[in-house]
């Protein structure tokens, strides 16, 4: 922001905010700009801000954005092949009762 903006906005009492690395995203502050695969860090947790957000009083005005882990993608592909067998455990219980 510029400078006669940010003090403005300082006068109004809002302030500035961001997420920190590692910590778990919060929808409701967070706006996720990215996601990507991470050995490093666990399911829905911010590796990197992007931008930062904006507050007045508690109340969010603006997002801050950031970059969010799905995880370790080894994990995401036996969760997925997990889901697909009992998919088609599912559909062979129908056709036994065809």
Known sequence: LSGNMR??????????????????????????????????YEKDVVISPVSVGLELKGNVIRLAECVVSLGSEAAAA????????SGEEASSEEEAFE
């Open 78 to 85: 036996a969760e997925e092949e997990a889901a697909g067998e």
């Open 7 to 40: 003090t403005a906005l300082k006068e109004l009492d809002v302030e500035e905010y961001t997420v920190e690395v590692g910590s778990i995203v919060d929808k409701r502050r967070v706006s996720i700009s990215e996601e990507v695969y991470s050995d490093q």
